[in-house]
């Protein structure tokens, strides 16, 4: 694999944000994008538990140990919100997270505490969500169904990021019907999955007060180096036909996924990884012919 450091910038006007960064789908650190939030100093892990830490919380588990097909996880454990928080501010290692959590839905004066910022209009203000992670866990290669834009700003500790464009999807194993890979990049084998050692892309720590603007489509994988949590705002894909794909997936392909996964089980499991791997392996096949 190839991976270049990702680009950081301090302060830039939105036209050259989108001429530089948007229209040609290339992520960007904005070093200055919660510069104005209040969140940037004030959510320390001992706020939130003051705030917040009597709520209960779904934690979720290693997403290898799932079946490496099925995107969908189910919750691993309950805890109390104030001893996961604990757990993080101390890098505790483990696979716990917690993903799309609004929890702004059961604190709502935390919506106070940030704006969204005007470097992109489009903003989906009902969908503020919260990624939070121990030390050592991770999130699988995947690209945003919705092919949302992400702004992702960090907080409590480091978080690696590693990503490509989706001109690199050839060499990513991607899932038929889903949005992920079925490669484990934290532990890449490949052996299994030779073509990875193709792909370029980018890869980043992200540091508490730092944003990563992922543009629609790319593929991301995160390591919680530390334990760590993070505010994702998005905004809609500007284009008409980028709305209609996002749509599409979440209500088609998604639904369709679903279905044959319930009545075809492990038959259609079997299935969408044979394909993963059949389709990648035909295109390195296919690129050592022509070499
Ligand atoms: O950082 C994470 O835990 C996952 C974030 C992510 O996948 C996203 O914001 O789309
Ligand atoms: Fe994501």
């Known amino acids: ?61 290693a997403w290898q140990d799932n079946e490496p097909t099925k995107i969908e996880m189910p919750p691993k454990k309950e805890t109390s919100f104030s001893e996961y928080l604990d757990m993080l501010e101390h890098n505790v290692e483990s696979d716990l997270r917690i993903f799309l959590f609004n929890l702004f839905k059961l604190e709502p004066s935390l919506l106070d505490d940030f704006n969204y910022p005007p470097i992109m209009d489009g903003y989906l203000e009902e969908f503020p969500y919260m990624f939070f992670g121990c030390a050592g866990s991770d999130v699988r290669l995947h690209y945003d169904i919705d092919l949302s834009n992400v702004f992702i700003s960090q907080f409590g500790g480091k978080k690696r ?45 992200l540091l508490p007060g730092e944003t990563l603007f992922m543009p629609s489509g790319i593929w991301h994988y995160m390591q919680y180096v530390e334990g760590s949590f993070s505010l994702s705002l998005r905004t ?13 997936n979440v209500f088609v392909i998604r639904k369709l996924d679903e279905y044959f996964n319930k009545f075809y089980k492990n038959t259609w499991s079997d299935y969408k990884l044979r394909k ?11 690129q050592s012919v022509e070499h």
């Open 1 to 61: 694999m190839q991976l270049q450091e990702v680009d950081t910038v301090q302060d830039i006007s939105p036209e050259e944000f989108y001429e530089k960064y948007v229209s040609t789908r290339t992520p960007v650190k904005l070093l200055n994008y919660t510069k104005s939030w209040a969140a940037r100093d004030k959510w320390t892990y001992s706020f939130l538990r003051e705030i917040a830490g009597h709520h209960k919380v779904k934690l979720h588990g």
């Open 161 to 205: 990021v590693t990503l490509f464009d989706q001109s690199q999807t050839k060499y990513l194993y991607k899932l038929p019907f889903t949005t992920h890979s079925a490669a484990d990049l934290g532990a890449a084998d490949y052996d299994k999955y030779p073509a990875l050692k193709l792909a370029s892309g980018w890869q980043t720590d």
């Open 236 to 248: 809609l894909n500007p284009s008409p036909m980028g709305k209609l794909q996002g749509a599409y």
């Open 276 to 286: 993963a791997i059949e389709r990648t392996n035909e295109i390195l096949d296919s």
